[in-house]
């Protein structure tokens, strides 16, 4: 990764945008639809990790909002900063930055709360598929420093909602929102 480079390059520059627009996109819908469409912005084997729990394909993934959206009203913004974004080959790209992650059980504003629950090292790796649209084959947050709210992608047992899926899936074929 060259970042003294500043030479102006149009290509690059679109492909941050559009990266970056689609990361800010995948956050809003978090914070303000509850993930509801999260899974969608995965390639059908994609990876969510956030420190040591993983969530492997676009089932996992759905299935870890329902669970996220069950625990009870809580409001979340996630603020992505300092993006770099290296273009690995025409439809591969990766991008590292910073994620700071602020949480509030209950309805805002809250008053009093001012440390992030979570600041973490983020590294996306995006595909660009058939369809012409960029999906995450992995979207990993690497914690560094975590508050005294853990955020519930830390908090849950991953286990326990692998076993839950597969009970979903038992009794009608398909992992679905029980909330």
Known sequence: MDNARTDDNPQADALWCALYRLEAKYWYDVDFNGGCNAAKF??????FAVGENQFE???RITAFYAWRRRRG???TRHVVSNLIVEQQAADRAKAFGV???????GRPPFRG???PALVADLVSEWVREEDGVWRYAAHVLHPIF????????LAVDVRELAAREQTLIASDGTAQDQS
């Open 42 to 47: 995965y390639i059908a084997s994609g990876v």
């Open 57 to 59: 394909g676009r089932d």
């Open 73 to 75: 009203e809580a409001s």
């Open 99 to 105: 994620i700071s992650i602020y949480r509030g059980t």
């Open 113 to 115: 709360k001012s440390a």
């Open 146 to 153: 975590v508050g005294n709210d853990v955020p519930l992608s």
